[in-house]
């Protein structure tokens, strides 16, 4: 025991020490001395008195002190019940110097040492749940209450929710789809993972989702539900098999003729002159057509693939166009169309892929032959516009009414099945055309009052 501790200990004891003594002493001095003249009897008795008072007073101040002591131990309960609970306090000023200062001290360090606790506590939850918000991934988390602790930003918005609507919420109140509170409820009796592909009410989505229980060590903590928006793949799966059955079928058709035709002439009808001229005719033109949309395939699918990456350089507009116009030269005979190409200025330069240029320029002008009207005219004209360049396709032909214009360029959209398939046509021009022009940042568009014609326009930055 220091010196400090020893003074600490007198201080407190003091008074029981001093009146111990003096009653010991005085009982002692009676008890072991028999004193018994008038004088000391009197002095006896007046002893006794002071000694009663002295023990009043005594135990007055003492009821004080331990009035006082109450008081201050209050206080620090107080303030280590305000430590407990988190709170922001600063204890008792008094006490940090006097005999209670290591008990202060102590409490001083266990609330510096939770504030700290709490503080990195509080960061590292707010680091997770900066990563869930960045997620593009909706996110649920549900604890064994059943109550929401947070949803972050994608499935707020997929499921148009507010924070307000969500925090602190039972999940059954705020999902309003029975398949998806069916599952998170599941997982939360069973604590255990389930997944499933789901098209949710109220959205326009399809939604893989995963709920996973959440464990702390072995205490069952909640759910957290993982919702991955699938509704692009499952367009792109859709548009694929769509695709395929597209090209069975268009492949199928000429195909079932052709194999139909030469059973029927090799069942006999090769030895009818005439049969065999007409059968052979219609077999050629059913394997020129095939020949056709293999090779607008081709081109599709190179096109679309990421290996054909597009060389863009400066390309003399009229000498291709000249070209693409020989070599259509003899269907606008035919069907006594004129021709016109307006440049200016001349040279007029495109930046572009030049094979993917003429391919889309080919099929716009193969389009604007095709349904045009006998003794039409298919005018061509391009110009410069700010930061890009437009070149217009002009046609005196059919057109194209406005619903089917939103239409045309889907791959096989044909406004007359039967009439395109006449002129030969895949119903994959259009969608070749939108490809390539997409592929140069640019886009296709489409004028046409039926029945007055029709303008396609190719717009390309420059
Ligand atoms: N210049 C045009 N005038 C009228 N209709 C057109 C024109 N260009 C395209 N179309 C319509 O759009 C459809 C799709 O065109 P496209 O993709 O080139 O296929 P196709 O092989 O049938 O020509 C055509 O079948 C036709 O109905
Ligand atoms: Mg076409």
Not at 162 to 167: H, K, M
Request: charged share 25%.
């Amino acid at each position: 025991m220091n010196f400090k501790k020893a003074s600490a200990f007198l201080r407190i004891f003091f008074p029981f020490l001093v009146s111990f003594g003096l009653t010991f002493l005085l009982f002692g001095i009676f008890t072991v001395v028999k004193f018994n003249t008038y004088e000391v009897l009197i002095l006896k008795k007046e002893l006794y008195g002071l000694f009663f008072s002295f023990m009043i007073v005594y135990s007055v101040i003492t009821f004080i002190l331990v009035l006082l002591l109450y008081k201050r131990i209050r206080k620090i309960s107080h303030y280590a019940g305000e430590v407990s609970q988190g709170k922001q306090a600063s204890g008792p000023r008094e006490d940090r110097e006097g005999v209670f200062r290591h008990l202060i001290t102590n409490i001083d360090a266990m609330s510096d040492r939770l504030k700290d606790q709490t503080e990195s506590a509080g960061q590292e939850q707010k680091r997770i749940f900066a990563i869930l918000e960045s997620m593009v991934e909706g996110v649920l988390v549900i604890d064994a209450e059943h109550k929401i602790i947070m949803a972050n930003s994608t499935l707020a918005r997929a499921f148009d929710l507010t924070q307000e609507d969500v925090r602190g919420k039972y999940f059954w109140e705020v999902f309003r789809d029975s398949e998806i509170n069916e599952m998170i409820k599941k997982s939360l009796s069973s604590q255990t993972q389930s997944k499933r592909e789901h098209p949710a009410l109220l959205t326009d989505s399809i939604f893989e989702i995963q709920v996973s229980p959440v464990f702390g060590g072995l205490k069952f903590l909640g759910v957290v539900a993982v919702f991955h928006n699938v509704t692009k793949l499952k367009a792109l799966e859709r548009a694929q098999n769509e695709f395929v059955a597209n090209v069975s079928h268009e492949l199928k058709t000429p195909l079932t003729s052709i194999l139909g035709y030469i059973e029927t002439l090799k069942n006999g009808a090769i030895d009818n002159v005439k049969d065999r001229s007409e059968f052979l005719n219609i077999i050629e033109d059913h394997s020129k057509k095939l020949h056709l949309l293999i090779e607008d395939l081709l081109v599709l699918s190179k096109a679309e693939s990421d290996r054909q990456k597009l060389k863009k350089e400066t390309v003399d507009l009229e000498p291709m166009l000249l070209r693409i116009f020989r070599f259509y030269e003899k269907p606008i005979k035919t069907k006594g169309l004129t021709a016109h190409v307006e440049l200016v200025p001349k040279p007029f330069s495109v930046l572009a892929d030049p094979g993917a240029l003429e391919q889309a320029l080919s099929n716009l002008i193969d389009n604007a032959i095709k349904y045009n009207s006998p003794s039409g005219s298919i005018d061509v004209r391009a110009v410069y516009e700010p930061g890009t360049v437009r070149i217009e396709i002009r046609d005196t032909g059919i057109g194209i009414s406005p619903a089917d214009q939103t239409k045309i360029f889907e791959r096989f959209y044909r406004v007359e099945k039967s009439r395109s398939r006449e002129l030969g046509g895949t119903g994959l021009g259009l969608s070749i055309v939108k490809n390539i022009a997409e592929r140069h940042l640019g886009k296709i568009e489409v004028q046409s009052l039926t029945p007055k014609g029709t303008v396609f326009s190719l717009i390309l930055p420059q």
